[in-house]
């Protein structure tokens, strides 16, 4: 009687164990579990359960965006209005430049004050150029960071995914590379790290796995803001529609550590773009 009581109760905690399995792995990579006793979350948005853009949290025009593309290319792009569509569990699809140096994109409302934390979660679908991007910039650009996912393999030196930061390279530069063969229809968690003195960092992951890391350097005081988007610049690859899907953000520091609340003096973006290694410049 107590060797079976023991196998309910066994067989039991099996199946809990399955479970917690499951719904760990289904879980967002981003926005799962509740924030550290120590974690000030300062934007968080779970695209797989929006039906709809948050435009209190988020813009998706104005002077900071068409800055922003301005200054993402050399000569520098044109802002287009991106064309959002959301898909219940799938995320926030985004598309919108077509041609050649052309720029669109989302951008938080808000500014943010460092130490930062963010990581974003993100699928490339198809396109040619950078299907993904991820900055944090101030107002007047002149302290950045950014990631950059450029598709496809076909895109000679551009290919792979990339990190630039201020003051070593410009905004539209490539600076170290993250991860040289990307594919599509991969879902890829980026997380960039910025204290308030020191270098910054930046990794990529996938399933939980990191692929890919490099240094920051100190990339200036900010305050920063996010924005998702997309730019074409000068490709190999012959420019055609891009989409990427975009599943969930988040922004956070650690209790106590903040120069500043949310303001209104700067931008962090991120966005998806065609850019140019270090090496080569358009």
Not at 94 to 120: C, E, H, K, W
Not at 156 to 169: L, R
Request: hydrophobic residues 40%; aromatic residues 10%.
């Amino acid at each position: 009687m107590r060797g079976s009581l023991f196998l309910s109760v066994l067989a039991t905690g099996t199946i809990l164990v399955l479970l917690t399995t499951a719904i760990l792995a289904s879980a967002d990579p981003v926005t799962a579990g509740s924030a550290s006793s120590h974690e000030v979350v300062l934007l968080a948005d779970n695209f797989d359960k929006d039906t709809a853009l948050n435009t209190t949290e988020w813009m998706d025009k104005g002077t900071a965006l068409t800055d922003l593309a301005a200054a993402s290319s050399s000569p520098g792009s044109t802002f287009v209005a991106p064309k959002l569509t959301f898909v219940h569990s799938k995320g926030m699809r985004m598309s919108g430049p077509t041609g050649d140096y052309q720029f669109s994109g989302i951008a938080s409302r808000s500014t943010f004050g460092l130490p930062l934390n963010l990581a974003v979660s993100v699928t490339a679908n198809y396109g040619c150029a950078d299907v993904f991007s991820i900055y944090l910039t101030n107002s007047d650009l002149s302290d950045y960071a950014a990631v950059f996912g450029n598709f496809p393999s076909t895109n000679g030196p551009y290919y792979g995914v990339w990190a630039t930061y201020s003051p070593t390279y410009h905004l539209y530069q490539f600076g170290p590379q993250l991860y040289s063969t990307p594919g599509y229809n991969i879902t890829y968690v980026v997380k960039l790290t910025v204290p308030a003195k020191g270098n910054g960092s930046v990794s990529l992951w996938q399933k939980g796995v990191q692929i890919g890391v490099a240094s920051l350097g100190q990339i200036g005081k900010g305050p920063f803001r996010v924005t998702l988007a997309q730019r074409i610049g000068l490709p190999y690859c012959s420019p055609v529609p891009m989409r990427a899907t975009w599943h969930s953000v988040k922004l956070s520091r650690e209790d106590g550590t903040g120069t500043s609340g949310p303001t209104n003096a700067s931008i962090a973006v991120v966005a998806q773009v065609r850019r140019i290694p270090a090496f080569a410049r358009i």
